[in-house]
């Protein structure tokens, strides 16, 4: 068996999944972050790396990764009711309608790209799709991207596309949003390494300040980004 041959592979797909240009709808939204900037609450660099320091360390580390490791191990079991179960707690965990409906609507769109992509996903009971990471998890697992690998990418393009977002509208610099990116990212090996010891007592995010800032974007009078 060449196993390197089926790593390298497993990469490959992996980075399609977390790619930029996956037609999913990632650089439509600003989580917030629109908002937040016309409030004056990030202003430069530094207020942005304050504001996604705080969201990777809790409604990353303690909500999106625990998730996406359940739901791995539930798709590879055939576990129907806990995918179901963790995808209505994922929905109930998105504190305004603006996040709800992102998250259906990536969800939405993911599952079209992975139904032209893979075969196995039409005998599948599509009403398992309802969430992004739902998607993403039965991509993860279907084309066999370790658990580990699957949230390191999952992170890198949460942040990507945050401060992409960000530097189109504060505006940032491109150096500025890639030396952040860099900074970051550096935490994403840990942030991984303690996701894999979350037990299902301790998951679950709650942040004040991107409920808000996602309420008020849902009537923000002018946006670049979708509600």
């Known amino acids: 068996m060449n196993t390197n041959g089926n790593d390298d592979l497993a990469l490959a797909r992996l980075l399609q999944l977390v790619s930029p240009s996956l037609p999913i709808g990632s650089y439509s939204y600003s989580q917030g972050i629109e908002w937040a900037v016309e409030a004056g609450w990030i202003n430069n660099a530094n207020d942005l790396e ?4 705080g969201l990777i360390h809790s409604n990353m580390l303690y909500l999106e990764l625990p998730l996406l490791k359940r739901m791995m191990v539930a798709w590879a079991g055939a576990d129907e009711n806990t995918i179901q179960h963790w995808s209505e707690y994922l929905l109930a ?3 305004t309608a603006e996040l709800r409906l992102e998250e259906i609507n990536r969800g939405r769109a993911f599952y079209q790209i992975l139904s032209s992509l893979d075969d196995t996903v039409g005998g599948t009971d599509k009403t398992l799709f309802k969430t992004q990471l739902a998607c993403f ?3 993860c697992q279907s084309w066999q991207i370790s658990f580990d690998r699957a949230a390191c990418g999952l992170l890198w393009s949460w942040l990507e596309n945050l401060v992409l977002s960000a530097v189109k509208i504060i505006p940032l610099g491109q150096t500025d949003g ?3 990116i860099f900074k970051l990212s550096s935490l994403i090996p840990q942030l991984v390494d303690q996701a894999n010891n979350i037990v299902d007592d301790d998951i679950g995010a709650s942040s004040m300040a991107l409920a808000i800032a996602s309420a008020q974007h849902e009537s923000q009078y002018s946006r670049l980004f979708r509600s």
């Open 50 to 53: 304050l504001w996604l320091d």
């Open 93 to 95: 965990s998105r504190e």
């Open 137 to 139: 998890s039965y991509a």
């Open 178 to 180: 890639q030396t952040l």
